[in-house]
């Protein structure tokens, strides 16, 4: 009995499958994620230190409370909920974090994604919160108060060198 030739169409259907039962495999013997289809990429750099952004509500706080490095929990004032007021949470923590050079063009494009609107009668200030593995086994996590944002004016931290707002 003669073999008949193997189609494309059969061919490529065979490829698929193999690679469906290699993926399958690949994710049943991983907890389900296989790194290339990995829904947490972010996982990729457990352990390496990280900076997000924060701001919190501080009116009625004098500047000697507010200007302090201290850990999260102990920050003073309320949360300035960036969903209530219609911020995209990632952009402005990008925007915090990755922003090298505090220009007055940059920080004006804050207090815009903010909303000018929402300064009018609080101040708020602006956090870079910095997290890092510790002892092998928990996280600290330090915030470094960088702009207050006053109704009429912002200010740099009085306490933190040039370079943290201006490097090349």
């Given at each position: ?31 389900g994620e296989f790194w290339p289809f990995s829904i947490f990429p972010m996982f990729s ?8 952004a924060m701001a919190m509500d501080v009116t009625g706080y004098t500047n000697d409370d ?84 006053a109704p009429d004016t912002s200010y740099f931290n009085p306490n933190l060198p040039h ?6």
């Amino acid at each position: 009995m003669e073999e008949t030739p193997k189609t494309p169409l059969k061919r490529s259907v065979r490829i698929m499958l193999a690679s469906l039962l290699v993926y399958g495999i690949l994710v049943a013997t991983h907890l389900g994620e296989f790194w290339p289809f990995s829904i947490f990429p972010m996982f990729s750099q457990a352990g390496n230190p990280w900076t997000r952004a924060m701001a919190m509500d501080v009116t009625g706080y004098t500047n000697d409370d507010v200007w302090t490095i201290t850990i999260v929990d102990d920050l003073p004032g309320e949360h300035f909920s960036m969903r209530a007021h219609n911020v995209d949470q990632i952009d402005y923590a990008n925007f915090v974090s990755k922003t090298r050079n505090w220009n007055p063009v940059r920080v004006q494009a804050l207090r815009n994604m903010l909303g000018e609107h929402h300064l009018e009668n609080r101040r708020v200030m602006i956090y870079k919160v910095r997290g890092e593995l510790v002892n092998n086994d928990s996280v600290a996590v330090q915030a470094t108060p960088m702009l207050l944002l006053a109704p009429d004016t912002s200010y740099f931290n009085p306490n933190l060198p040039h370079s943290f707002y201006f490097r090349d």
